[in-house]
């Protein structure tokens, strides 16, 4: 059985630049969901997708967006990065049914300078 | 809303000694409760969890009970190790688990041999 992973592992932007994070849920799983983790803190949930379609949202604005495909894996796409936005990015997936458990990747450290 | 209090760190403890880590929570509804822990550099992982109430979560000599009652979730460890050495965040989702997990701020815990 496959985790759940993420790409890229790190990253480096400019403010005002656009940036794609990419999610592969583990097998099975059918529901993604994303988080941001500021240095310190703990995650704040950003959205999540189940079926391809936005299944909720948290308090973050529309330059935040996503996708989720056929195959469950998912995109985190942010536009006109700020320097608030650096943070790590964390992907979990989970399967929708009475005993759901998110399960977490590594996550993608973005650095916005 | 719904909110996750964790008590504050950090921790610093010898090896072998008690672990008791606070966390109380708010939630309209009756909420799963998680126990996660991130190593460093890492991403988070299920340590443990409960979806009802009285139930116990246990894992790697780890322990929380889901007390309704006093709204609380504490997390114990009856002789720590140094490779316990993490922060550690408790959380809670509604739903069975199926929605967002709201996350406390973490407790960075240390182990000294």
């Known amino acids: 059985e496959t985790g759940v992973t993420q790409s890229p592992t790190h990253l480096i932007k400019t403010r005002g630049q656009q940036v794609t994070l990419r999610c592969s849920s583990q097998?099975?799983?059918?529901?993604v969901s994303w988080y941001q983790q500021a240095l310190g803190q703990g995650p704040q949930f950003i959205f999540q997708?189940?079926?391809?379609?936005?299944?909720g949202r948290g308090n973050f604005p529309p330059r935040f967006s996503g996708l989720q495909f056929p195959n469950y894996s998912s995109e985190l796409n942010v536009n006109a990065l700020e320097l608030d936005d650096s943070a790590l990015y964390l992907c979990?997936?989970?399967?929708?049914?009475?005993?759901?458990?998110?399960?977490f990747g590594p996550g993608t450290r973005l650095t916005v300078l | 809303g719904n909110s996750v209090t964790q008590m504050e760190g950090p921790v610093t403890l010898s090896e072998e000694a008690f672990l008791t880590i606070n966390c109380t929570y708010t939630a309209t509804g009756y909420p799963s409760l998680f126990w996660y822990v991130q190593y460093p550099g890492e991403g988070l992982q299920l340590l443990l969890k409960a979806t009802k109430a009285d139930d116990k979560g246990s894992n790697k000599g780890f322990e929380a009970t889901y007390r309704k009652e006093t709204t609380s979730f504490h997390l114990e460890k009856g002789s720590v190790q140094v490779s316990d050495s993490a922060v550690y965040f408790c959380?809670?989702?509604?739903?069975?688990?199926?929605?967002?997990?709201?996350f406390g701020t973490g407790t960075r815990l240390t182990i000294i041999p």
């Open positions: 997708y189940y079926r391809e379609e936005e299944n």
């Open positions: 959380a809670l989702s509604l739903n069975f688990g199926n929605e967002k997990l709201t």
């Open positions: 979990a997936s989970s399967l929708r049914d009475n005993t759901d458990t998110q399960y």
């Open positions: 097998s099975g799983h059918n529901t």
